[in-house]
């Protein structure tokens, strides 16, 4: 999948799932770790940060999962950690009312006329927003996202080829195909936290200080 295609989408996304969308495809995160990002996760000290997600795939083998967040990276996350430590950066609730407030801003129709701002909430809503995203409704978020743009571009006569479907899972691999085209095979699995398990600590070490190198470059 194109970077390109991931960056013309952008700008129909909340800032929210932007800033998600946009450190996923630097960083080469699951869908399942950046949802979970807390301020409390990250260790900033010195010119590169260190992400230990709570919870993460290889958890159950007693596996540290270090994700290096470069100086492009943090500048996407410090408008997220001005919360409680241990409350999640990235918040439906914040997302929606951007979203809402965006609505309200492009508004055509006089606010004398029409519904009035909030009145047509549903009340006692089935789904209402959480706290925190898991990866289906990031998933969601990353959808309607395309097939807005896809609307909008059929809309205004724009050449739609670029906006092709993709799925928060595919920016892990774009990332890694990146890395291993600017780097190799060994650094790119760095990048994504890849490792023999029964790695010694100098080898562990090494490739954390292989993934630092590449979060200079990419983030």
């Known amino acids: 999948m194109p970077e390109e295609s991931v960056y013309a989408v952008l700008p129909f996304m909340t800032p929210v799932v932007a800033a998600m969308v946009e450190l996923q495809l630097l960083t080469g995160m699951r869908p399942g770790e950046v949802t979970i990002i807390r301020p409390c996760d990250l260790e900033m000290d010195g010119d590169m940060w260190h992400y230990y997600p709570e919870k993460h795939k290889n958890l159950y083998r007693d596996y540290d999962r270090i994700i290096s967040i470069g100086p492009r990276e943090q500048n996407i996350l410090r408008p997220f950690l001005l919360r409680n430590r241990k409350c999640y ?32 909430q549903i009340a006692d809503a089935k789904r209402k927003p959480g706290d925190c995203y898991d990866s289906a409704a990031y998933r969601r978020a990353v959808e309607r996202a395309i097939n807005k743009a896809i609307k909008t571009y059929k809309a ?36 994504l ?20 190198e590449v979060a200079k470059k990419l983030g």
Not at 178 to 190: D, I, L, S, V
Not at 193 to 212: F, I
Request: with cysteine.
């Open 89 to 120: 950066c990235f918040s439906p609730k914040e997302s929606e009312s951007y979203r809402r407030k965006k609505m309200f801003e492009d508004r055509k129709t006089p606010l004398h006329y029409g519904n009035r701002p909030g009145t047509n």
């Open 156 to 191: 205004e006569g724009k050449d739609i080829g670029l906006l092709v479907k993709w799925t928060p899972y595919q920016l892990r691999h774009t990332a890694a195909t990146k890395a291993r085209k600017m780097f190799n095979y060994e650094t790119a699995g760095a990048l």
């Open 193 to 212: 936290g890849h490792s023999n398990m029964s790695a010694t600590a100098v080898y562990a070490e090494r490739n954390q200080g292989l993934a630092d």
